[in-house]
């Protein structure tokens, strides 16, 4: 059991530094596109905004670089993209100046990672719970800027 245990404690390390390392690789960004009009349908859009953030596992203070797109109508962690994250469907909920957000991107090999958050202005912050079949769910925290 303890070997299991520290099997997904460095698989949990090695999917932080790997799903944030995007920042010092040659992986492209989609460029920031124009976001849409909400006003139709009284749902807020994070469309076309991007976020740098610092990643970490909660509790703990090392973090990593992460960078978050919300592109047409769909959230995506570009540090994920080598596991098999997907860009995942968002929903958003406005709260007084601030959005809420939800997402949850599957991956064939990796499980799921459920992302909740709240833009407020340029700013991002909220958390990440990474469920994989055979190991304990593992809780990650987020905060950042608009690029």
């Known amino acids: 059991m ?8 460095v698989l949990a390390i090695l999917l932080i530094m790997g799903c944030t390392r995007a920042q010092d690789s040659d992986q492209q960004v989609p460029e920031e596109t124009s976001m849409k009009n909400s006003t139709d349908d009284a749902v807020p859009s994070l469309d076309g905004k991007t976020f740098i953030v610092d990643f970490s596992e909660k509790g703990k203070t090392e973090s ?3 960078t978050l797109v919300f592109a047409d109508g769909t ?3 570009v540090g994920c993209d080598q596991y098999g994250f997907t860009a995942a469907p968002y929903t958003a909920t406005e ?3 601030q959005v809420g957000f ?3 991107a599957t991956s064939d090999t990796e499980g799921t990672m459920d992302w909740t958050g709240t833009v407020s202005g340029e700013t991002i912050e909220g958390e990440v719970t990474w469920a994989k079949e055979g190991q304990d769910a593992i809780d ?3 905060t950042g800027t608009l690029q």
């Open 95 to 97: 709260e007084g100046e």
């Open 102 to 104: 939800t997402a949850s």
């Open 2 to 9: 303890k070997s299991l245990q520290m099997i997904a404690s």
């Open 64 to 66: 990593t670089k992460d």
């Open 75 to 77: 959230f995506r962690s």
């Open 140 to 142: 990650y925290e987020y």
